[in-house]
């Protein structure tokens, strides 16, 4: 009975007397869990283009509906995105659209540090998605 108090005590007071608590935010920074979702990129093939194939799945799978997709054809039957809009304003960061993705085109990104004053950054497009991948090396 008596050995889990103590034992429950000795972590308190580890945790009390560890230093330091906190940090000088903005100028360090914690880094991000191996697990965490942040905002989104798109890996690039080989032309540094994205490697979405405009197939629609994380747009079906999105429970946020904030994906829209418009698709197109190349000259030798290659589906490509001819728009793609991410609006994260209303993303949940769920991650639902990296797992759907069959191509691993869309990857949730390290980024945690996104403020605005408009809504209009916060609606990305396939430029915009490109531009993250060096956030995410
Ligand atoms: S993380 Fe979730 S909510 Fe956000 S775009 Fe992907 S599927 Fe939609
Ligand atoms: S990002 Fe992936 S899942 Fe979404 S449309 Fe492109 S290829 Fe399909």
Same mark, same amino acid.
């Given at each position: 009975?008596i050995i889990?108090?103590?034992?429950?005590?000795?972590?308190? #007071?580890g =945790?009390?007397?560890?230093?330091?608590?906190? !940090?000088? &935010?903005?100028?360090?920074?914690?880094?991000? %869990?191996k =697990?965490? =979702?942040? !905002?989104? &990129?798109?890996?690039? +093939?080989?032309?540094?283009?994205?490697?979405?194939? %405009?197939?629609? #799945?994380?747009?079906?799978?999105?429970?946020?509906?904030? !994906?829209?997709?418009?698709?197109?054809e +190349? $000259? *030798?039957?290659?589906?490509?995105?001819?728009?793609?809009? #991410? +609006?994260?304003?209303r993303?949940?960061?769920?991650? &639902?659209?990296?797992?759907?993705?069959?191509? *691993? %085109? !869309?990857?949730?990104?390290?980024?945690?540090?996104?403020?605005?004053r $408009? =809504? %209009?950054?916060? #609606?990305? *497009?396939? $430029?915009?998605?490109?531009e993250?991948?060096? &956030? *995410?090396?």
């Amino acid at each position: 009975m008596i050995i889990p108090l103590l034992k429950g005590l000795a972590f308190t #007071l580890g =945790r009390f007397f560890s230093r330091p608590i906190t !940090i000088q &935010y903005p100028e360090e920074k914690v880094p991000p %869990a191996k =697990r965490w =979702r942040g !905002i989104q &990129y798109f890996e690039k +093939d080989e032309q540094g283009k994205t490697k979405c194939v %405009a197939c629609g #799945l994380c747009m079906a799978v999105c429970p946020s509906q904030c !994906i829209h997709i418009v698709t197109a054809e +190349d $000259e *030798n039957g290659k589906r490509y995105p001819l728009t793609y809009e #991410l +609006d994260a304003m209303r993303c949940i960061f769920c991650g &639902y659209c990296e797992e759907a993705c069959p191509v *691993n %085109a !869309i990857f949730m990104g390290k980024t945690y540090e996104w403020v605005g004053r $408009e =809504r %209009a950054p916060f #609606l990305m *497009n396939t $430029e915009e998605l490109l531009e993250q991948k060096k &956030y *995410n090396p």
